[in-house]
């Protein structure tokens, strides 16, 4: 393993940094959750906001030369659009990034990881309007001018090769996909991330000096239930539709045949806009690097392609494919430590960009915090311990070029669903006691990883 390998851990603002109220920061879709949701509110969750000095003491202690965080856009401009951006939330980053570096730890920022501005919701229905778009390059042009001298490393919008599959996440707009004009929605929604994708790609280019910015997607690793071909094909159809359609966009710069023809069979033309195609074929809109989340691997069998028209959400959709060769967490989700050499493999082979792990490991109820403090995540050493081993053997044996590991919620935090007790961390959060930090088992197990440099697993 390389000695620049990056180490580290993985984190979002929504689900870790609490301080919604404080220091001006406005409305995000996820505060308007808290106000309407019964039961979640995540306007403290892990409040890195008022403990970011102990958790980075805590992080450099375990080792990290690396931490992926994501600014708050509602933090900077408060209703996503604002004349100015908001100097108190400009001086909690740099707070935070400055601490970091004061421990050699190099921030990976996520410029979108889906705390939309409410106020945009409202007033351009979010990503269905091109002012959105407008306003996050706005706020991106913040992020990199203020913050660029710093950060060298960023990230676009997360996870949206799912976008498709949920396009009403961000906008008052929620058609259901048997009503009318829902193509046409979900392709404008998706077509505006994309355009604001590739212009902030470009502008990171032109502003941050060695700058490298990269896309994040969810892997969609799928396998066949079967050998019967139609199975091979459901889980090759899976995988374009929920990956390789995306990441031949932003790679090579213009939509596939297969969306090409999903727009022209909506009677839409926005995918050949002459100014859109100008843009993402420039070389500076294009990523210097690949990176994603790596969970599980699912199964497909024929007939699950209705499985996933119908699902309402991912999860939903995730869990229903069994496969019989492999454990589930108790969340129904596969353990597929192989699936994670394998994903490694294809998307280096398709691309031949530079993959980095930003998350991965196993979220859970199960951890106890004992009367001593201590917390016995044997399962979770167990979990990361496999899919270490099956990384480096892609680094080592398949020669992939995978340049970092940031496991993710390596402080606990909310799950995306508000889930507190599903936890992730090397670090237990008090949520019922002043949020006070504990160290777990894993937490000096992975200590002990990073030392070694993945010797000592
Ligand atoms: C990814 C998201 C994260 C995180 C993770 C784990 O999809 O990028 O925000 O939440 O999944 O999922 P969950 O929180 O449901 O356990």
Known sequence: MNKNFLWGGSTSAFQFEGGAKEGGKGESLYDFFSKTKEGVDYSVTSDFYHHYEEDIELMAEMGFNCF????????????????CYNQSGVDFYNRVINKLLHHNIQPVVTLF????????????????????VDAFIKYCR????LFGDRVKYWLTLNENN??????????????????????????????????AHFKAVKLCHDLVEDGK??????SSLAYPMTSHPKDVFAAMRHEHSKMYNYLDLLVKG??????????????????????????????????????????????????????????????????????PMLEKSSFGWTIDPLGLRIFLNDIYDRYNLPLLIVENGLGVEDDVLETDYSVHDDYRIKYLKQHII?????????????????????????????????????VFVDYDDNYKRYKKDSFYWYKKVIESNAEEL
């Not at 992926?68 to 856009?73: D, F, G, L, P, Q």
């Not at 859109?276 to 809109?285: D, I, R």
């Open 113 to 132: 990881h889906w705390d939309m501005p409410y106020h945009l919701i409202e007033k351009y229905d979010g990503w269905n309007g091109k002012e959105t």
């Open 162 to 195: 799912l976008c498709k599959l949920i396009p009403f996440m961000h906008t008052k707009t929620k058609l259901k996909s048997d009503e009318e004009g829902y193509e046409q929605f979900k392709l404008k929604v998706y077509h505006n991330t994309n355009v």
């Open 254 to 323: 213009k939509y596939n045949h297969r969306e090409c023809a999903e727009f022209s069979a909506a009677g839409m033309s926005i995918h050949q806009d002459e100014e859109f195609l100008l843009l993402s074929s420039e070389k500076k809109a294009k990523i210097d690097f690949i990176s994603f989340s790596y969970y599980f691997s699912i199964c497909m069998h024929d007939n699950d392609v209705k499985i996933e028209s119908q699902a309402k959400t991912m999860q939903m959709m995730y869990a229903a494919y069994e496969n």
């Open 68 to 83: 992926r965080m994501s600014i708050a856009w509602t933090r900077l401009y408060p209703n996503g659009d604002d004349a």
């Open 142 to 145: 913040t992020c990199f001018e």
């Open 390 to 426: 099956q990384m480096k053997k892609a680094i080592e044996e398949d020669q992939i070029d995978c340049f970092g590991f940031l496991p993710w919620g390596c402080i606990d935090l909310y799950s995306a669903s508000g889930n507190k007790n599903k936890r992730y961390g090397f």
């Open 213 to 218: 910015i990269g896309c994040m997607i969810a």
